[in-house]
């Protein structure tokens, strides 16, 4: 079975930082590209930043400058790490990553459960 477990929400002050994690496991053969997504209450989810295998990173406008997405291969892992924080960047962030798991042909999406970042003005 491959899960998409994160950590490293929680509260913290405007300006502050944050660092998320993200680790797949069970049996895999590849991962592809990874993301991180998070959803505001009533709001839709949306694409927070995505890094590619090879490295390729790419970000939604409003954390550009701000957070930054890296990910190790051998681990199986991706992080995210976010700075000078906004109280609009509460939310629940979700990691997703496209895996191709053992004995399998196709690769697959799978998400993490998701950890609350909260933000106080």
């Known amino acids: 079975q491959v899960q998409l477990v994160e950590s490293g929400g929680g509260l913290v002050q405007a300006g502050g930082s944050l660092r998320l994690s993200c680790a797949a496991s069970?049996?895999?053969?590849?991962?592809?590209?990874m993301s991180w997504y998070r959803q505001a209450p009533g709001k839709q989810r949306e694409l927070v930043a995505t890094?590619?295998?090879?490295?390729?990173?790419n970000y939604v406008d409003s954390v550009k400058g701000r957070f930054s997405v890296s990910r190790d291969n051998a681990k199986n892992t991706v992080s995210l790490q976010m700075v000078s924080l906004k109280p609009e960047d509460t939310a629940v962030y979700y990691c997703?990553?496209?895996?191709?798991?053992?004995?399998?042909?196709?690769?697959?999406?799978?998400w993490g459960q998701g950890t609350q970042v909260t933000v106080s003005s």
């Open positions: 997703q990553a496209g895996i191709v798991a053992a004995a399998a042909l196709f690769e697959r999406t799978y």
């Open positions: 069970g049996s895999i053969q590849r991962i592809n590209a």
């Open positions: 890094i590619t295998r090879g490295g390729v990173t």
